[in-house]
């Protein structure tokens, strides 16, 4: 057998993973974990809420403004203007008025760190780190739900394939039987309805194989659509399901300790609301932010007024670029918006409603699960006592159909009690492939409520 842990190296020029020829229960899991386009979808969820964590912490780093500008203008101001959108404001005109252009310069640096937030930056991280947790939890739940529908499909494939086996082998009887028969007819030691009837039957098998092919088919169909693969790809391996029982002890079976996915992502739900309850309540806090500039000027006009009292004005590049001026100023100030404690505790009303929503829906689930549970706990006794009736049926069936072969070889019997035992042992062979199919199918949905699937993949 093929072990699944090498399976994710098999990859395609997409990167999707490759199925062994033969697909055991563990590589089809495997398979449709790193192909399903859902699940694909899911993890890329979570990376994104990882990146928006990374994103919300770099929103209260230092906020750094740089700022450069060359302006050409009259010189009706006072020397160093600037267009607004982050330069520092000079007020003022010039005492004296003048058309006459010149180039003035400005550049600047402002830093804002908002360094106590009361209490807002770590709820918003913690709403951010919630949202990862939910991201991953809704993750592993679609993922539980995905390999129970996978694990399902492949024991429904599993049975439509041993159906194909027991009709076949029904057919080859048939066919068997018909040759001996028809060998009797010509000879005239049986009668000609015989071989008529056993023509019949050989037709009716026939069409038993067909029906059971088109079966298998559309169920390896369905499991190639859960595996993200093509059908062509899919060969199942199947014979360790019908060599054993598995086991059903009570203590196998037993509760795990750890919530089963479902509810995990409802509990996230209801932290990722709390936590959001949290930042509405925070916003209505003061900011304390350390503030700090500095920044240059330069101009073409001059510094001093001459003779006339006007200031000398110089229009060329290189008088108006050069800096003249150099400023900074540094402090903390303190923001507050009163009227978001209204605001913040309207809010923060709603959303509490929001989580008891999510305790409800919670609650809901976790009743839901608890029913599953003990339906599925009166499935497995059922298919645990059907499958150890079922090897008596098939036991019986077989006898009844020597005898019979025999009875009617030594002209004991006619041939429809014969037809009628072959009937009963083809019923026997596929009602055995069920007992056994259900039996593990059975597991499956006791695993399912426990919500993990190692009480069945144990057992393989």
């Known amino acids: 057998m093929v072990g699944a842990a090498g399976l994710l190296s098999q990859r395609t020029a997409i990167g999707q993973s490759v199925p062994p020829t033969s697909l055991t229960l563990p590589q089809a899991l495997e398979v449709a974990q790193a192909n399903y386009p859902a699940l694909r979808a899911r993890q890329v969820a979570v990376e994104a809420a990882a990146a928006d964590v990374r994103t919300t912490r770099a929103t209260y780093l230092p906020q750094i403004t740089m700022q450069a500008q060359a302006l050409n203008g009259t010189s009706n101001q006072v020397r160093g203007a600037a267009l607004a959108g982050g330069a520092i404001p000079v007020s ?78 029904n057919l080859k009887r048939a066919r068997s039987l018909r040759t001996v028969i028809r060998a009797g007819a010509l000879s005239g030691i049986r009668a000609g309805i015989d071989s008529s009837v056993t023509n019949a039957e050989t037709s009716r098998a026939q069409l038993q194989l067909l029906a059971s092919q088109q079966q298998a088919l559309q169920q390896r169909v369905r499991l190639a659509g859960l595996l993200g693969v093509p059908t062509q790809a899919i060969q199942l391996d199947s014979m360790q399901f019908y060599t054993k029982l598995p086991h059903t002890a009570p203590v196998i079976l037993s509760d795990s300790t750890r919530l089963p996915p479902i509810l995990r992502a409802y509990q996230q739900r209801i932290r990722a609301s709390e936590a959001q309850v949290s930042v509405l309540r925070m916003n209505a806090r003061p900011t304390l932010s350390l503030v700090g500039a500095t920044w240059g000027r330069g101009s073409g006009i001059g510094n001093r007024a001459g003779e006339n009292g006007a200031f000398a004005i110089d229009p060329s590049l290189s008088a108006g670029i050069p800096f003249k001026a150099y400023n900074y100023v540094m402090g903390a100030a303190l923001s507050w918006n009163v009227t978001d404690l209204w605001r913040a505790k309207y809010a923060t009303t709603a959303q ?27 499935q497995l006794e059922l298919a645990r006592q059907t499958a150890q009736e079922a090897p008596l049926q098939l036991d019986a069936a077989k006898r009844a159909y020597v005898q019979a072969k025999a009875r009617y070889d030594a002209g004991l019997d006619n041939l429809v009690v014969l037809t009628q035992a072959a009937v009963v042992l083809n019923r026997a062979e596929t009602d055995q492939a069920l007992a056994v199919n259900n039996l593990w199918r059975a597991l499956l949905l006791r695993a399912a409520t426990n919500g993990s699937l190692g009480v069945l993949l144990n057992q393989l």
Do not use: M
């Open 92 to 169: 003022g005109v010039r005492p004296d008025f003048s058309s006459q252009t010149t180039w003035t310069s400005q550049a600047g640096l402002v830093v804002e760190w908002p360094v106590l937030t009361f209490g807002r930056y770590r709820a918003v991280v913690q709403r951010a780190n919630t949202g990862v947790a939910q991201a991953q939890a809704d993750y592993e739940q679609e993922l539980f739900a995905h390999q129970v529908q996978v694990a399902d499909a492949y024991l429904l494939a599993l049975v439509a394939q041993k159906s194909v086996a027991v009709q076949a082998a």
């Open 352 to 378: 509490q409603q929001r989580v008891n929503l999510a305790q409800a829906e919670y609650a809901q689930q976790n009743l839901q699960l608890q029913i599953e549970r003990q339906n599925a706990v009166l």
